[in-house]
């Protein structure tokens, strides 16, 4: 069994994260309910700050909220120096009205609405990742009609595929996203954007994928990218002043996968830029990264309470929680695999190999195949561990499921950080037409 952050067995055999047994927890807040380790994510948070800070670059570390964009996590970000990455008007609402200073937030998206980078503007954010050049002239137009001048990185593609899942690799040509590198889109865009009067081009962004293991994606993606300002200083006289590298850097969520430590990562790509840029004689740019998982993932546990269950004789086992893919559609989505333990009685001996449904109309609605656990009866606890990035982010009321509440866990102490969903919630935004409402008797 393999424990994340804070999270240990207490005397009672029960799971304990912060300080906090997860059975109370159950009691106090309910189950589905999504627990945070408060202390992991400052721990992960201080690695990437730390290991920047020992390379000697300028840097900015900018959390992928679209990972997990609540309120509370933006305070946490704010507090541990972070920038912040947001991908929408939700996103960025969320982040200013948790008092996030504008200045350090960044916006990304490849189909920004006038409305939402009016939005931005209107908020003196600090960087738009144009991704694209309707965008690239609709913000130079809107900023102008603002009076204002704004900074802009383009967001090239490199070219690199990175190993991983399909659906969330992104660097390489055939992409929704961004300018490509190799058929000069991005040389085109980098002359585009200096000829705007109201965009401030400060470099480029490139982002190859998510839940990465391997340090040469990125060193590959410096690579190109050095490559690229190099010409374009040469050819443009255009000096990037900042290279944004992305997010991605993949987390243990099973045993087997072997996540690079952050400080390996930042050390790969800082030494690559430096060595880069300097044997260009070109002058060291700022760092910028977004990491979004490798923040967040490991430090979200969601704990469930286990129903019903179904044994087919010589087939499989079935166990059914009070959740399922509206609180977690990862394994729908992608297959992926989750480790998880009977919170409650932790420490009995494994006798059963169990399948864990969700509780929606769906078959696909699986959370886990196949784990090994203690008897399970109906009542017990079961905590799914490494939900912390993807996972709240990516909840759905399919079925009118109810979205859990989130609690932040710290030194024995629990807090709401965001409220679990009412029935009323659910029918908030119903509206019944006027001529929906005529009783039979008055046809
Ligand atoms: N920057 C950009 C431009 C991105 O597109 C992403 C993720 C990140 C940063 C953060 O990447 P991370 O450090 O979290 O790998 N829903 C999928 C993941 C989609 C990732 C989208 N972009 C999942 O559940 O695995």
Redesign the pocket.
């Known amino acids: 069994m393999y424990l994340h952050g804070t999270a240990k067995v207490n005397g009672q055999g029960h799971l304990e994260i912060g300080g906090c047994d997860v059975a109370d927890l159950a009691q106090e807040f309910g189950t589905p309910l999504y627990i945070v380790d408060e202390a992991l994510v400052r721990q992960r948070a201080r690695e990437y700050v730390e290991s920047f800070r020992a390379s000697g670059l300028k840097f900015q570390v900018a959390y ?1 909220s ?2 997990f964009s609540v309120m509370a996590m933006c305070s946490i970000a704010e507090q541990e120096d972070l920038s912040l ?1 947001v ?1 929408s008007d939700g996103e960025l609402y969320t982040a200013l009205k948790a008092g996030f200073p504008a200045q350090r937030i960044h916006f ?1 998206g490849n189909n920004k609405t006038p409305d939402e980078i009016n939005m931005a503007l209107d908020a003196n954010i600090g960087c738009f ?1 144009v991704d694209n050049f309707n965008e690239l002239h609709l913000l130079n137009a809107l900023a102008a009609d603002k009076g204002k001048k704004v900074n802009v990185l383009l ?1 090239i593609t490199p070219g690199v595929e990175a190993h991983t ?1 399909e ?2 690799s ?1 660097g390489q040509t055939d992409s929704k ?1 961004g300018f490509d590198l190799g058929n000069g889109t991005a040389y085109r865009a980098i002359q585009e954007a200096a000829s705007q009067s109201n965009l401030d081009l400060l470099g480029v ?1 490139s ?1 190859i ?4 293991f391997e340090v040469e994606g990125f060193a590959m993606a410096v690579d190109k990218v050095a490559g690229f300002a190099v010409k374009v200083r040469e050819e443009l006289n255009i000096t990037f002043r900042v290279i944004n590298l ?5 987390i243990r969520y099973v045993e087997g996968d072997t996540p690079l430590p952050i400080a390996a990562y930042v050390k790969a790509i800082t030494d690559s830029i430096i060595t880069n840029f300097t044997n260009a004689s070109y002058p060291l740019p700022e760092i910028w990264v ?6 967040v ?1 490991d430090a979200g546990t969601t704990l469930y309470t286990v129903g019903t269950s179904k044994d087919i004789p010589g087939v499989r086992k079935y166990i059914a929680v009070d959740g399922g893919m509206t609180d977690n559609p ?1 394994p729908a ?2 297959e ?1 695999k989750y480790e998880a333990v009977l919170a409650n009685r932790i420490n009995e001996p494994v006798s059963e190999t169990v399948s864990v449904a969700g509780k929606c109309c769906e078959s696909g609605d699986m959370l886990i195949w196949d784990l090994e656990l203690p008897k399970v009866n109906s009542g017990d606890l079961l905590a799914v561990f490494c939900t912390g ?2 996972n709240y982010a ?1 909840a759905s009321n399919y079925n009118r499921i109810r979205r859990p509440a989130v609690v932040f866990v710290k030194d024995g102490a629990a807090d709401l950080a965001v409220k679990r969903e009412s029935l009323d919630d659910i029918v908030g935004n119903d509206v019944i037409p006027a001529r929906l409402k005529q009783t039979s008797a008055a046809k």
């Open positions: 992928a679209k990972a990455d991908v990304h990742v967001r899942h659906y969330i992104t996203f962004h982002h994928g998510s839940q990465i992305g997010g991605g850097i993949g977004e990491p979004g998982r490798s923040m993932g990862r989505l992608y992926s990035a993807y990516m």
